[in-house]
């Protein structure tokens, strides 16, 4: 194993660990652990499960927007203490309150974790920490010091993807809570976001000329929540078909 894999892999592990962590992420963060000193010794990065995460974040967006949609109409249709008057709104705005805490915890963690990363490889680099909806987005900027590398990226954003995993591991393994993190490098994903928006635009205005529905090509399943975004806005129906490395959006018409 590499000096520099050693130093990753115990960076991951010295990121403020809670007192008392679920077995099942104990268990995963070993797993994990076990993938980066694999990367270290063949040298390739560590993407191999990063589909099947992709997958499950995907299909995780819809059961999320699903489970608020059912937490709200349980609130509606419940008891009249929950459903209505001041405590409701006090309750309300106390989990809102919560989870900001938590996602601005969750992008403090990672920002540490990745200004340590780049120091050990003594590369240039910025860190921004922001709020996206329900996730913590992190991004690695250009610095005065320099440009981040884009081999940070990779190949169709590969790297970058390896190493927003890894960047999640360091944040569960200090709140001890699974984290959706987003993490960008050198506006790869945020050019990306509006390549897509493009298409969809342009997918969608098909479709409803046509009447008839059309499949886009393979997608990542951050590439795939911009475009659902993009159609349930525009009314439409998509939905993701097939197994990644080919899982992809099939745009109907409503």
């Not at 000193?37 to 993407?47: L, R």
């Not at 949609?69 to 008057?85: C, K, L, Q, T």
């Not at 989870?99 to 003594?122: C, N, S, T, Y």
Request: glycine share 8%; charged share 35%.
């Amino acid at each position: 194993m590499s000096e520099a894999g050693q130093d990753v892999t115990e960076l991951v592990e010295a990121s403020e660990p809670v007192a008392e962590v679920d077995e099942t992420v104990v268990s995963e963060v070993e797993l994990d652990e076990v993938e980066v000193q694999g990367e270290s010794d063949s040298g390739d990065v560590p993407v191999g499960d990063e589909s099947d995460d992709d997958s499950d974040d995907d299909e995780e967006s819809d059961d999320d927007s699903d489970e608020e949609s059912g937490d709200e109409d349980d609130d509606a249709d419940g008891g009249d203490d929950e459903a209505s008057g001041p405590s409701a709104g006090r309750s309300r705005g106390s989990r809102s309150r919560s989870r900001v805490a938590l996602l601005e915890r969750e992008g403090e963690v990672a920002a540490d974790f990745l200004e340590r990363l780049l120091d050990i490889a003594d590369l240039d680099g910025d860190i921004e920490v922001d709020i996206d909806g329900d996730r913590a987005a992190v991004s690695i900027v250009d610095s005065e010091e320099g440009r981040v590398p884009r081999r940070l990226v990779g190949p169709d954003g590969k790297v970058l993807d390896a190493l927003q995993e890894l960047t999640r591991l360091a944040v569960q393994t200090a709140t001890g809570e699974r984290s959706r993190l987003m993490l960008d490098v050198a506006g790869f994903r945020a050019d990306r976001r509006t390549a897509l928006v493009t298409l969809a635009q342009e997918a969608i205005a098909e479709v409803r000329a046509s009447g008839v529905a059309r499949a886009l090509d393979n997608m990542s399943a951050f590439e795939r929540k911009v475009v659902h975004d993009e159609v349930t806005a525009a009314g439409l129906v998509s939905e993701s078909e097939g197994v990644e490395p080919h899982r992809h959006i099939v745009i109907s018409p409503a």
